[in-house]
């Protein structure tokens, strides 16, 4: 059974930094490709970044030269650095196994103006 847990949201002000991690189980890890999606109240879940199996990386464009995905296949965690946050980042973090379809559970960040 996939198993993803989400870590590191919280309430940050405008302009600060936050970084997110997911930390992966029951799969392998090294073979997925991850995602990293948000979802703000009464809007749809959105693309924020991707990552493939060999590096590539995909963003929104809402957040381009802002955040960074990356993965440590050792440590079975892909990881969302987020910069010069802005409080239209506020929303719910989710984190994303491509491979299998499978979901965490959401962390939250808050963006303060």
């Known amino acids: ?3 993803l847990v989400e870590s590191g949201g919280g309430l940050v002000q405008f ?11 029951g ?7 991850m995602g990293w999606y948000r979802q703000a ?7 924020v970044a991707q990552i493939t199996l060999g590096g590539s990386t995909n963003y929104a464009d809402s957040v381009k030269g802002r955040f960074t ?10 990881y969302l650095q987020m910069n010069s946050l802005k409080p239209e980042d506020t929303a719910v973090y989710y984190c994303h196994d491509i491979g299998t379809g499978s979901w965490g559970q959401g962390t939250q960040v808050t963006v303060s103006s």
């Open 1 to 3: 059974q996939v198993q």
């Open 27 to 33: 799969m392998l890890f090294s073979i997925s490709g």
């Open 15 to 25: 302009g600060g930094s936050l970084r997110l991690s997911c930390a992966a189980s």
């Open 41 to 47: 109240p009464g809007k749809e879940r959105e693309l």
């Open 69 to 78: 995905i990356s993965r440590d296949n050792a440590k079975k965690t892909v």
